[in-house]
């Protein structure tokens, strides 16, 4: 799959592959394929008793990951080490046996010491990737940030150099299996997760038409493949 | 809301909220209620250099949260308390500026010590809490776990003793801001998360009817209200 020159990603002993019917996708250009189809990620914070797993927005480039840091930097130890997991469910593997029961996912694993961005330029770049990865267009239509808003915004930057990308995408696997013999039904009852039509807030000038930017996505999928 | 003489979530000092626009819900049918909703969880499992996040598929009932064990009790350290997340997100807030920007969503974190599952009736009991959330209706249907399997399968029990729950539901909070005279649009952008026609594995018996449990979820809501 891979079309790029990037590294692949590392292969520390955690991110080596160990479950059953998972494929590890060693590309870098997984990893981003995976970013660009979700949307919320789950930051794992550690803690003093043990961890915190907060969900959270994030935007992205080739080479760092940015999410809202506001609870989560709350906590930031020095030199202690996050993981942001994307995960996105495409559908349920419906088996002959409970026991192969399993479900069809693309998940990308990062983890990596988080940096506060205080640079101006590179916060106002990095919401600026936030923003545009959930509401495409949002940030030319709208207000931009002011200083004070920018100020009370902490945002947090993880380098994308170690992750895993695991999908499953396959039907139930006990088709040839003694099982078979069951004469049960199997097969995928697959997810299919949509943007709805746009609701106007209330206090919107009457009649206004909705800007295309946003109107557009209503019946579009928010995990395309 | 509380229908229940069962006692509120816990407050201690982490679950007490602390985010804007986010509505705290103390009681325990509130956890249950996103429980119900949701169908995979984020686990964050302490690990030697930080933590690690792992999606995980989860059953329940009004005391205890099962979660399957594999990768997450490779590294169960005596005493230390994982933080099992299930969030469900229904749509997106598109205000007037870029700060007042955010996401619906109904999340439930639990915080607990987990407990291997080694009781055989527990472990089938709760292994049952599982798939019949994911896929009601296959545990009967299906080939139950041989005792080999069940050897094979490794189960953790969480209490729900320490948990918080935030939902968020609202449009915009800037309708009656100085950011109304833009005279932009502003609104909601639900998602829409519901379950496809199944469809077949390639082995089964051809012309075979798929059973009224599995063929009865096409086209509900995965996540309902």
Same mark, same amino acid.
């Not at 797993?53 to 080479?63: A, I, K, L, N, W």
């Not at 947090?156 to 380098?159: E, I, K, P, R, Y």
């Given at each position: 799959m891979a079309e790029t020159a990037a590294p692949g990603l590392s292969g520390?002993?955690?991110?080596r592959l160990n479950r059953l019917r998972e494929e590890g996708r060693a590309e870098r250009s997984d990893l981003q394929a995976v970013l660009r189809a979700g949307?919320?990620?789950h930051l794992g914070v550690p803690a003093a008793a043990g961890v915190m797993?907060?969900?959270?927005?994030?935007?992205?480039?080739?080479?760092t990951v940015y999410v809202h840091g506001s609870v989560a930097s709350q906590s930031l130890a020095a030199g202690a080490e996050y993981c942001l997991t994307v995960t996105i469910v495409d559908g349920l593997v419906l088996a002959?046996?409970?026991f192969e029961h399993s479900v069809n996912y693309r998940c990308a694993m990062i983890y990596a010491v988080p940096r506060i961005v205080?640079?101006?330029d590179e916060k106002l770049a990095g919401l600026r990737l936030v923003s545009e990865h959930l509401a495409p267009g949002q940030w030319d239509y709208v207000r931009p940030p002011s200083r004070k808003e920018l100020a009370a915004t902490r945002l947090?930057?993880?380098?994308l150099d170690e992750a895993s990308v695991k999908i +499953? &995408?396959?039907?139930? +696997? &006990?088709?040839?299996?003694p099982d078979a013999a069951l004469g049960l039904w199997a097969g995928q009852l697959p997810l299919d997760t949509r943007w709805l039509p746009p609701v106007p807030d209330a206090g919107i000038p009457a009649g206004m038409a909705v800007p295309a930017h946003i109107a557009g996505r209503a019946g579009q999928p928010a995990?395309?493949?």
């Open positions: 520390t002993p955690r991110t949307f919320i990620a797993v907060v969900p959270t927005v994030y935007g992205f480039d080739d080479r002959r046996s409970v205080d640079d101006a947090l930057a993880l380098s +499953s &995408d396959a039907g139930p +696997s &006990d088709g040839d299996s995990h395309p493949a």
